[in-house]
Each structure stands twice: as C-alpha cells, then as structure tokens.
C-alpha cells in the first residue's frame, strides 16, 4: 500500500497546528495535562512525517518504523493526560464519588499501566525493526508489539469502566437521591433536575468553579472527556485488531481504515480537548486543585448531603472563611482580649473604674483576620 500524500501532508499541517495550539495551552499552568498532549502532538508529526516518507520509498524501514512506531504509542500519552482529569474532577466534586481510596490512584495505577505498554510495544518495535534491517522474520517483535497494545486496550477498557462509572454517581445518582427515586435511574424526572438543584450533594469548597457562575466549558468537559476516551479507545481497539492481522491483513492494506479508525479518532480527541482543555474549565491561571488523600477530606466534605436541599452544608472546614480552626483561634484571642481592662472616663476627666472588659483590644493581625472569618461566615448563611 503507498500512502496517500495529500492526506498526510493534511495530517502534518492539522497536528501542527494543534501541537502550537497545545504549546501556547501551558499558559494555563495545566502542566501534566499541556506536556501529555504536547508530546502526543510531537509523535504525530513525526509519524505522519513517516507516512509521508513511505510515500515516496516503500521500501524504506526508517520511514516505515517512524511512522509505525510513533503513530502507535502517541495514544499513551494522550490517556495519560486524561488519567489526572479524573482525579481533579474527584475533588472538585468529592471524595465519596471515588471507587478508589486516593483519587491520585487513578493516575499512578493507568500510568504506570501506560509506561508498562509502551516500554513493551517500543521494545517489539526494536526488534521488528531489527529482524527486517537483518532480512530476517518480525514475527517475534511483531507478537511483543500486539502484547504491549493488548495491554494498552485492556487498561483503556478498566479505566473507561470507572470513567463512565464515576459520570453515573455524579449525574443519576445523586438525582436519584435528591428526588428519592431509589433503583428508578429510567425515570424523566431524573433529567428535569439543574445542575444548581442538586450542587449541594457536591464539596461545597469547588462550588464557585462548578456554578459560580455556571460556565458552559466546565459544563461540557466531562462530555468532552467522554468523547476523548471512547475516541481514543476506539483507535487501540483498531490498531489491535490490524497488527494481529499480520503485515499483509486487509486493514493495514487500506488506508480508508486507518484514515476513519486512527487518523480521525485521534484527531478528534485532541481537538475537543484542546477546545475544552482543562485549563478553562479549570481556571487553571488562578484556582489550585491540590489532589489529596481520603484523609485530609473533611466529614463535611464526605456528607455534605446531610444539610437541607437546596443550600450547601455550613460549617465548611475546607481552610477558607469560618473554618473550625479559625473559630477556636477567635475564641482563644476573645479570651484573651478580655482581659484587658479599659478605664472609664467621668465627665470630669478622672479615671472611675477599671472593671468593664473591652471588646476593642489590640488584637494582632490574625486575630483581626479571624474577626473577618467570623463576619463572613454568619454572612454567608444568611
């Protein structure tokens, strides 16, 4: 098969564009998810680059290998970049929604899956490329590849289960529950159900990021997540199926198929995300989603659909305003405050007495802090 040169030198300029696109995205301070998808955009190029090489040289395993090899391990790095999405969505939303202990599991768990995947499918792509440099068969470097994608696919598949798992709890169940609709996940009145209704049985300390005000990008992310995975899940599915086919199969000797199963897929994914890249939806310039451990998460945080529909629970001890901390130093500086006595002056200018506690004592500058945090969180349960 000789690769169509006007499609890849298309595929060349769109990456190319997506890949500066991404560049200039670091702006957003999304650095694990901006390096991920700059480095998916760096193998495309490359690979189409390949192809377009092939075009010319059939023969030629370099061209052949750069497109094979970078073309088929870009895919890690993309899901790599969508692993870490899931856990700031985790505590953006709570901790109670997460299947696994430490939301940065899913992260370390699928990446450490990823590197594994790819360490083999770059190791069968050195020896195929070695046996056919020698003349000799690739078949063993070819079965080491298919193990490394079959690998890939089965950790797609699993993460893609929790994905979609995760979507359910955030979504229907707690629609469920705020309608007391038990088992009823069918029902209409599910769907008639604003986002606002039910933000209550989120963690109130992300819900000025979710509705304040409510933003269309932040909306729409999870559906484009959604897309990005089933897209690029669909692609390693594809290129399973034509490097188990073997070099002469009917898949890899159309290219229709690998222009709608990889070319189109992969591209789709990165330019939803690179539209709804995290780093809008996120206020990545100025809100900081520190990823913690069940731990550190606040029985408020956990149970925040104990407090009355409609309203978010009080007494967050997310570190903010009103925090429980913050009350117990007010406390102790009131105390203390207290006990220094202010004289009264008579009409006459002659001190009277020193028994009355002043409530305007020199307090230091926390303490004026905490007199803040105190206002601010009465007015904030009016």
Known sequence: MVPNLAFNISMIAIWGVL?????????????????????????????????????????????????????????????????????????????????IKSPMLYSYIFITSDIASLAIQAAGGGVAGMAASSFKSPQRGDNIFIAGLAIQVASMFIFGLLWFFFLYQIYVKVRMEHLGLQGKWYSNKIWKVSQAEIDYKYRPKFRALRIEPERWIFKYFPLGMTVAVLTIFTRCCYRLAELSEGWTGNLITHEWYFIALDSLMMSIATTILTVLHPGFAFRGRHVSIPITTAKNVTDEEKNGDLSSKGGSPEGSTDGGYGSEEEDKLFEREEQQANLTSVPEISTDGSKVSTGKKSKFSKFSKFSKFSMFSKFSKLFSRS
């Open 19 to 99: 890949l500066g696109v991404q560049t200039l995205q670091f702006w957003w301070k999304q650095y694990w998810f901006s390096v991920a998808f700059f480095c998916t955009g760096v193998l495309e190029v490359l690979g189409f680059i390949g192809r377009t090489w092939s075009h010319y040289t059939q023969t030629n395993s370099d061209a052949f290998l750069l497109n094979m090899i970078c073309l088929t391990i870009a895919p890690v790095f993309t899901m790599g970049g969508l692993y870490y999405q899931l856990a700031k969505l985790i505590e953006i939303y709570g901790h109670k929604f997460s299947v």
